[in-house]
């Protein structure tokens, strides 16, 4: 992979996709730009993160833009460097620190509430309050995905009086939907409007919310 006309990383090997079939889902791969660390690496060793070194170190940035047409900010990933006005006039960096460095990005989540909207109401009892719940930050994770020993009770507090079966619901009205707060270490807060973990199309909306497939993990999309 060559990054500038001095900067060439050896054995990194890069794909691009331009055409996707089901049989995708059988093959050994590390993703298209596989971001991982070398516990999880299938294709290619070392991982890509190990080998950022020298003057650009390990800085690497990924803009993903709902717009497909929008050829003023395209999609993109970047090595050292950034572009924080893509974001918004007032971006800033949120830190939370790495916990994992052998398989996924690992952080602590300290808090995770569902509050209904109108009376302000905390829907089920704050997983994280007792003790920080493992996170892993996954670029290639499309919503949100909880343990499955609470998924039922987070799906069903989602849900609540709506027209909605396992996560298919049929009343796009946002406001009859909670928000969802989520708490990182070490401190930073944010806030997840139902127009964020609610993917509609024309009738009918899908909750971008899953169980992870863990039995104590969250894994959070990692530019939602």
């Known amino acids: 992979m060559t990054l500038t006309d001095d900067y060439v990383l050896e054995h ?9 079939s089901s049989a995708i889902a059988g093959f050994l791969m590390d993703g298209i730009c596989g971001l991982g660390f070398k516990g999880i690496a299938s294709v290619t060793i070392p991982p890509l993160v190990d080998s950022l070194e020298g003057g650009m170190g390990k800085l690497f940035a990924m803009f993903l833009n709902s717009d497909p047409d929008d050829s003023k900010n395209p999609s993109h990933i970047s090595f050292g460097w950034y572009d924080l006005s893509i974001v918004g006039n007032n971006a800033k960096f949120h830190y939370s620190p790495v916990k994992t460095y052998d398989t996924y990005w690992g952080i602590y989540m300290t808090g995770f509430s569902i509050v209904d909207t109108k009376t302000q109401e905390q829907l089920i009892p704050d997983p994280c309050a007792k003790d920080k719940c493992n996170t892993i930050v996954d670029s290639g994770t499309s919503g949100l995905a909880v343990p ?32 969802l707060l989520i708490k990182l270490d070490p401190g ?18 899908v909750l971008r919310i899953q169980s992870s497939g863990l039995h104590k993990k969250y894994c959070i999309h990692s530019y939602a």
């Open 148 to 179: 499955d020993a609470i998924f039922e009770q987070i799906l069903l507090a989602i849900q609540g009086s709506n027209d909605c079966i396992d996560g298919e619901c049929f009343d796009t009205d946002f406001d009859k939907y909670p928000t």
């Open 12 to 20: 990194v090997k890069m794909g691009l996709v331009t055409h996707e």
């Open 188 to 205: 930073t807060s944010f806030t997840m409007l139902p127009s964020d973990y609610l993917l509609c199309v024309e009738e009918e909306c």
